[in-house]
């Protein structure tokens, strides 16, 4: 039998519910997957947290998995190529991705390098993509000098080493328990708080460039837009993944993944990220797995902030699925 968590109600993840699962047969251009790890990410939760256009309950919950496919639809064809069953993949902008098996359309679906382990593969290509159409959006090269917010988050990790390979450097907020993991990937820190401003001015100086080229905001707050409107003297060389409220005020530019032209260039992105990170050019910090009964809990950690990397949701008989996990939900007069 296989199961998933649903949200059955706009709310926290506290309402959310494990339940069983009828997963579909694959109709042409599909494929099903038995899931091996799921990506947390904020959006999951973030999401379901109140009602969104074109959404109705219950809202099955996850956007990226990695796993192994157990059955293939007619001509169902994969970012990467032909699909089969026994194939190792990973696969994103999924719905519905905490979950032990689950039927979705080949087109999101990538064959996973064997040089990429399955808690990575599962948590690469939503902050992978988004980092890409941030330094995108901003038109970064070469020689620029980028100033990045949060820069030891899920998102910034990947800016981070995404700008080393093109050599763009990067001056990366963080707090001084995290200096160490942004200068491992590249970046110059600072630490966030009062005297940001000047802590940024003053590593310029030292670095003997102009000033900043470019701000990427990953963190919101209203400290990391009213420095990045000080210092960069073109607001389309601003983006935000965070703070889009700010971004209409003061006329920058807002990033997301709902949008057609963010979906288009992510989807554009995957393959070469996954080829990244097979290499070893791209890597995914980890932090944490939890069995899939537990993404409640998984959610609360994350909530708490600076989990140091990404978390993870492991399936299988490990997840502990028992009648204190499980639960049932009516809705159009049957249970799920």
Same mark, same amino acid.
């Given at each position: 039998?296989?199961?998933?968590?649903?949200?059955?109600?706009?709310?926290?993840?506290?309402?959310?519910?494990?339940?069983?699962?009828?997963?579909?047969?694959?109709?042409?251009?599909?494929?099903?997957?038995?899931?091996?790890?799921?990506?947390?990410?904020?959006?999951?939760?973030?999401?379901?947290?109140?009602?969104?256009?074109?959404?109705?309950?219950?809202?099955?919950?996850?956007?990226?998995?990695?796993?192994?496919?157990?059955?293939?639809?007619?001509?169902?064809?994969?970012?990467?190529?032909?699909?089969?069953?026994?194939?190792?993949?990973?696969?994103?902008?999924?719905?519905?991705?905490?979950?032990?098996?689950?039927?979705?359309?080949?087109?999101?679906?990538?064959?996973?390098?064997?040089?990429?382990?399955?808690?990575?593969?599962?948590?690469? !290509?939503? /902050?992978?993509?988004?980092?890409?159409?941030?330094?995108? @959006?901003?038109? &970064? #090269? *070469?020689? %620029?000098?980028?100033? +990045?917010?949060?820069?030891?988050?899920?998102?910034?990790?990947?800016?981070?080493? !995404?700008? /080393?390979?093109?050599?763009?450097?990067?001056?990366?907020? @963080?707090?001084? &328990? #995290? *200096?160490? %993991?942004?200068?491992? +990937?590249?970046?110059?820190?600072?630490?966030?708080?009062?005297?940001?401003?000047?802590?940024?001015?003053?590593?310029?100086?030292?670095?003997?460039?102009?000033?900043?080229? &470019?701000?990427?905001?990953?963190?919101?707050?209203?400290?990391?837009?009213?420095?990045?409107?000080?210092?960069?003297?073109?607001?389309?060389?601003?983006?935000?993944?965070?703070?889009?409220?700010?971004?209409?005020?003061?006329?920058?530019?807002?990033?997301?993944?709902?949008?057609?032209?963010?979906?288009?260039?992510?989807?554009?992105?995957?393959?070469?990220?996954?080829?990244?990170?097979?290499?070893?050019?791209?890597?995914?910090?980890?932090?944490?797995?939890?069995?899939?009964?537990?993404?409640?809990?998984?959610?609360?950690?994350?909530?708490?902030?600076?989990?140091?990397?990404?978390?993870?949701?492991?399936?299988?008989?490990?997840?502990?699925?028992?009648?204190?996990?499980?639960?049932?939900?009516?809705?159009?007069?049957?249970?799920?």
């Amino acid at each position: 039998m296989a199961w998933h968590w649903i949200a059955p109600e706009w709310g926290s993840p506290e309402q959310w519910r494990f339940v069983e699962n009828i997963v579909p047969v694959p109709g042409p251009g599909e494929v099903t997957l038995r899931v091996r790890a799921a990506g947390v990410n904020p959006a999951d939760a973030k999401h379901v947290a109140s009602p969104r256009p074109g959404r109705e309950l219950p809202v099955a919950i996850g956007y990226e998995v990695a796993g192994t496919v157990i059955a293939v639809g007619p001509e169902a064809s994969g970012v990467t190529g032909p699909l089969a069953v026994g194939d190792e993949v990973l696969a994103f902008r999924v719905t519905g991705g905490y979950a032990t098996e689950l039927t979705v359309p080949a087109e999101k679906v990538l064959h996973r390098p064997s040089t990429l382990n399955i808690a990575e593969a599962a948590n690469l !290509l939503l /902050a992978g993509t988004t980092a890409a159409e941030m330094l995108h @959006a901003v038109d &970064a #090269r *070469a020689g %620029d000098t980028v100033l +990045l917010h949060a820069a030891s988050g899920a998102v910034g990790s990947i800016v981070l080493q !995404l700008a /080393a390979l093109r050599g763009i450097t990067v001056i990366g907020t @963080a707090s001084e &328990a #995290r *200096a160490a %993991d942004v200068r491992a +990937l590249g970046g110059i820190p600072v630490t966030y708080g009062p005297g940001l401003r000047e802590r940024v001015e003053e590593t310029i100086r030292s670095l003997r460039r102009a000033g900043v080229d &470019a701000a990427l905001d990953a963190a919101g707050t209203e400290e990391a837009v009213e420095v990045s409107l000080a210092l960069v003297s073109e607001r389309r060389r601003i983006v935000t993944v965070a703070a889009p409220g700010r971004a209409e005020e003061h006329g920058f530019q807002a990033l997301a993944g709902t949008k057609p032209d963010s979906a288009t260039f992510r989807d554009a992105a995957r393959s070469d990220l996954v080829t990244l990170a097979g290499r070893g050019l791209l890597r995914v910090p980890l932090s944490r797995s939890y069995p899939l009964s537990e993404a409640r809990e998984a959610h609360r950690f994350l909530s708490q902030g600076h989990p140091g990397g990404k978390l993870t949701l492991i399936p299988g008989p490990e997840s502990g699925v028992t009648e204190a996990h499980a639960g049932s939900y009516d809705h159009a007069g049957g249970d799920l």
